[in-house]
């Protein structure tokens, strides 16, 4: 995906049916925990530049209703303390975490491909929460949770040191202006940071359809000294990737797709 989607919408963006200004109605909840989320609030000792911006966007009438009924069913609250991932699953399984979900269509295909894992993903954006809290629900996906919250803030303050067996980052905003490339997901200190969460062993898992990106990336990884590349550079795509329809689309246009797959080093 090549836009910067990240948006987080007012809660009452949708209008009902009948009169287009009136705000969709939204539990007192709802909206205090859409609204922390939305406001990503720095907890204390932030002061990193967010990789995403608030922006107005569009949210249907059905993200709304999964973000009023279900959020308190599939999500955890952020709180700067550390998750006991067996107690958020109710089971002891190697917890994978994505970082930016999006839509959630990648994250459901793979949570229920590979149901020994646990997934936990983060995510700021409402309509993509409430799309991904839809599937859960549909599909009765059991193992796979979601934080709405900046993911900085959730890596550093919920998730200990060498315990994820995983961290998948797919196709993160890419900021293409030079002036945009301090708020890139991928830089030194939060890959520091994060290669620290991730058990020995375990691996982070990056896709771009951004060339100058992926070159970024690369260099990132490959200077971090907890982390091992796996292959000679870029990774052929592992088959529990699948394909996302901006990727296919730009495939058929001859754009490139990169992934890297590093593993935390003991
Ligand atoms: C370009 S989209 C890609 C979505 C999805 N991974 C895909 O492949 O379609 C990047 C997503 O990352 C989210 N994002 C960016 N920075 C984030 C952060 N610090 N914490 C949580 N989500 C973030 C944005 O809201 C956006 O939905």
Request: contains cysteine.
């Amino acid at each position: 995906m090549t836009t910067n989607s990240s948006a987080n919408p007012p809660v009452n963006t949708p209008a009902t049916p009948g009169n287009p200004d009136a705000p969709a109605p939204v539990s007192p909840q709802t909206e205090a925990a859409l609204a922390s989320a939305a406001h990503a609030p720095n907890s204390p000792g932030a002061t990193h530049i967010r990789s995403f911006v608030h922006r107005r966007g569009h949210i249907t009438q059905g993200q709304l209703a999964a973000l009023e009924q279900l959020l308190g069913k599939w999500s955890i609250p952020y709180a700067a303390r550390r998750l006991d991932p067996a107690a958020a699953f109710g089971r002891e399984a190697p917890t994978v975490l994505e970082i930016g979900f999006g839509m959630g269509e990648t994250t459901e295909k793979i949570a229920l491909a590979r149901p020994g894992d646990n997934f936990l993903g983060v995510e700021v954006f409402n309509a993509g929460v409430g799309s991904l809290l839809r599937r859960i629900e549909d599909s009765s996906i059991p193992n796979l949770r979601i934080i709405q919250h900046d993911a900085v803030e959730v890596v550093r303050d919920m998730i200990a040191p060498d315990s994820l067996a995983g961290v998948h980052i797919y196709f993160p905003d890419p900021w293409p202006k030079k002036r945009h490339h301090k708020r890139r997901l991928v830089q030194p200190p939060f890959i520091a940071l994060l290669a620290s969460r991730i058990a020995p062993g375990g691996y982070i898992h990056c896709a771009t359809d951004w060339e100058d990106y992926a070159v970024q990336m690369l260099d990132v990884l490959g200077n971090e000294p907890q982390l091992k590349n796996t292959s000679d550079g870029y990774a052929p795509r592992p088959d529990y990737r699948p394909l996302t329809k901006f990727e296919t689309r730009g495939l058929r246009l001859g754009h490139g797709v990169w992934d890297l797959i590093f593993k935390r080093v003991a």
